[in-house]
């Protein structure tokens, strides 16, 4: 596979449904519920995944696909996209500018490409397996990313999000949240999973953590992260992230990834 074609190919697809995103956002927004009154969904978070299927499978067509809306497709090829249009619904539908297009290829469990385009700040987050990962400004050259380098968690500074049923379950992020906010330098929830991951990739955040995301959340920022030099494994159980389709993550540099882990657990245990 000419994998540095297939990721310009990607690039344009995911900058083109950012365009799209563009064209709307500030405007109200026709949205509807999913599972519960905050997992929103607007018409363009349907419109931009299905220009980004219909040109995945223009370019791909034997490959499969997987997005957030519903879109998917079967085959024995095993080749899949991940594709989350609107990363950071909540955030477009109130006009706060913090969203991200997120595309991913996977072969098998083994990720190859990842895109994750921020179209407010024209930024483009990119890494092909094995090559290192890199940002692209909107009018300067790429550059190569790397994590930063904490190695305290009283130094650090992360972020979280909150699952889309936190009003009727225990597993709400709260007491985790606590826990951080008394032991880390600060804690922010800027609203998309994908860039908060890109951010700690970019060194800009130095860990993160979340429960109850999606694959496609995930699927092209983990790559991103890793090549950058990051670590990201299951709450659970510590272990590299697999392409599971419920995800309870955290993310970091090298330097606290055992401190956030041991936080969580703590807190994990305290809550039982």
């Excluded at 419109?47 to 490959?63: T, V």
């Excluded at 994750?116 to 094995?130: H, K, S």
């Excluded at 890793?226 to 392409?243: T, Y």
Aim: charge should be negative.
């Amino acid at each position: 596979m000419n994998w540095e074609e297939i990721l310009q190919i990607t690039e344009k697809i995911a900058r083109d449904a950012g365009k799209l995103l563009m064209e709307h956002f500030g405007f109200q927004q026709e949205t509807e519920g999913k599972t519960s009154s905050v997992d929103l969904v607007t018409q363009y978070d349907k419109l931009a995944e299905e220009f980004i299927a219909g040109e995945l499978k223009k370019h791909f067509p034997d490959h499969r696909l997987m997005g957030e809306e519903g879109t998917a497709s079967e085959g024995d090829s095993p080749f899949i996209w991940y594709v989350d249009p609107l990363d950071g619904t909540v955030n477009y539908a109130h006009g706060f500018p913090v969203f991200a297009v997120s595309i991913a290829l996977f072969e098998g469990d083994q990720p190859r490409v990842g895109v994750v385009y921020d179209p407010n700040r024209r930024e483009l987050f990119y890494a092909i397996d094995g090559y290192g990962a890199y940002m692209q400004h909107r009018s300067g050259y790429p550059m190569q990313i790397w994590v930063s380098g904490a190695a305290e968690l009283g130094r650090s500074l992360l972020a979280t999000g909150f699952p889309y049923d936190r009003h009727t379950s225990k597993l709400n992020n709260a007491a985790q949240a606590e826990a951080f906010l008394k032991t880390a330098q600060g804690v922010r929830r800027p609203g998309s999973a994908a860039l908060d991951v890109c951010y700690v990739a970019c060194g800009r955040l130095d860990g993160y953590w979340e429960y109850k995301l999606k694959i496609w959340d995930m699927a092209a920022a983990a790559l991103i992260l890793k090549e950058a030099g990051g670590r990201i494994s299951h709450i659970e159980n510590g272990q590299p992230m697999m392409p599971e389709l419920i995800l309870n993550l955290v993310a970091s540099t090298p330097g606290i990834h055992q401190q956030m882990f041991d936080v969580l657990k703590r807190v994990e245990g305290e809550t039982r």
